[in-house]
């Protein structure tokens, strides 16, 4: 969104079956950190300064997964370039922040 406007979104099935609700949810935050980083390289090229860009998520264990850089013995199936998202973090692009189920716009049916 800028401002109040939304300026993307989607919805797209994934291509193989998640193994658990946390990489389905690492997955979505993937997916939102490469729209975000074209967003704002776009911006860029318009010369639109921005900052640090929020994503949201709802499930915990995936926004710790994509904060810390540790092995984790429940996450070592998850594909490496699902860790897109810690690169970016790291690099200050996005930060992930947590936001309850019935806040989180995109689970509003």
């Known amino acids: 969104m800028i ?4 300026i993307t979104w989607s919805s797209k099935k994934q291509p193989s079956v998640a193994l658990s ?3 389905a949810e690492y997955r ?5 950190t490469c729209e975000a980083m074209w967003i704002k390289k776009l911006l860029a090229d318009l010369e639109v300064q921005v900052g640090t860009i929020p994503i949201y998520g709802d499930n915990m264990s995936s926004i710790y997964l994509a904060r810390n850089s540790m092995f984790h013995a429940r996450s070592k199936h ?4 699902y860790h897109y998202v810690r690169e970016k973090i790291l690099s200050k692009d996005v930060e992930i922040k ?3 189920t019935k806040e989180q716009v995109a689970d509003i049916a």
């Open 3 to 6: 401002g109040s406007k939304p």
């Open 21 to 23: 609700s946390m990489e």
């Open 28 to 32: 979505g935050l993937a997916f939102a």
């Open 78 to 81: 998850t594909k490496v370039y």
């Open 98 to 100: 947590f936001i309850r």
